[in-house]
């Protein structure tokens, strides 16, 4: 548990093929089922202070309670994802929080300190903030807010994980829109 956060939620690992990573979470580590967008909707994005337009493609899935998520980049957008990979890197890259009081996490957390450096959002009430975090691969500090269909979605993510059979280990995100 970390005093300033709460529970790590998520584990988010960048990937070059996010094919062959479901495939492999979900046959060799049996993890699953995977939702997989091949391009996630994000509204707002911004990169240090910088508006752009990212295409990534995102797969979920659960184990236990801590959500696991795939990242591939498709274009050369600037964010925290390519900043990994072309520091040669693939794997762990950050680990989430998730709130419902995002605004005031964030204010707390700015005034302890935290400095922002990628930004977007995921449907209505789905925030998300990445702090300059990373002295260590894999411990970028992501804060997501889960108060809306981004939230009820991952609640989905994680009952459908639960007794899981390994069949239909690939599935299509919903829209969040119905959510």
């Known amino acids: 548990m970390s005093t300033f956060f709460g529970e790590i939620r998520q584990l988010g690992y960048v990937v070059d093929d996010i094919e062959a990573a479901m495939a492999y979470w979900s046959n060799t580590l049996g993890v699953?089922?995977?939702?997989y967008n091949p391009k996630v909707p994000i509204r707002n994005y911004e990169y240090d202070g910088q508006a752009y337009e990212p295409h990534n493609s995102v797969a979920l899935a659960n184990s236990g309670f801590v959500q696991?998520?795939?990242i591939q980049t498709r274009n050369d957008v600037p964010s925290m994802y390519r900043d990994f990979l072309q520091a040669g890197?693939?794997?762990?890259?950050?680990?989430?929080?998730?709130?419902?009081?995002?605004?005031?996490d964030l204010e707390r957390l700015l005034k302890q300190g935290f400095k922002p450096r990628m930004s977007g959002e995921v449907g209505e009430q789905g925030r998300f903030i990445y702090f300059d975090t990373e002295y260590h691969?894999?411990?970028?500090?992501?804060?997501?807010?889960?108060a809306g269909?981004?939230?009820?979605?991952?609640?989905l993510i994680r009952s459908t994980s639960e007794g899981w059979n390994g069949q239909q280990a690939i599935r299509p995100f919903p829209d969040l829109d119905t959510l």
């Open 149 to 155: 269909p981004k939230g009820r979605l991952f609640d």
């Open 137 to 146: 691969p894999g411990t970028v500090i992501e804060l997501s807010e889960v």
């Open 68 to 70: 696991v998520e795939l």
């Open 89 to 104: 890197r693939t794997g762990l890259q950050h680990v989430a929080y998730w709130t419902e009081q995002y605004d005031a």
């Open 32 to 35: 699953g089922p995977w939702y």
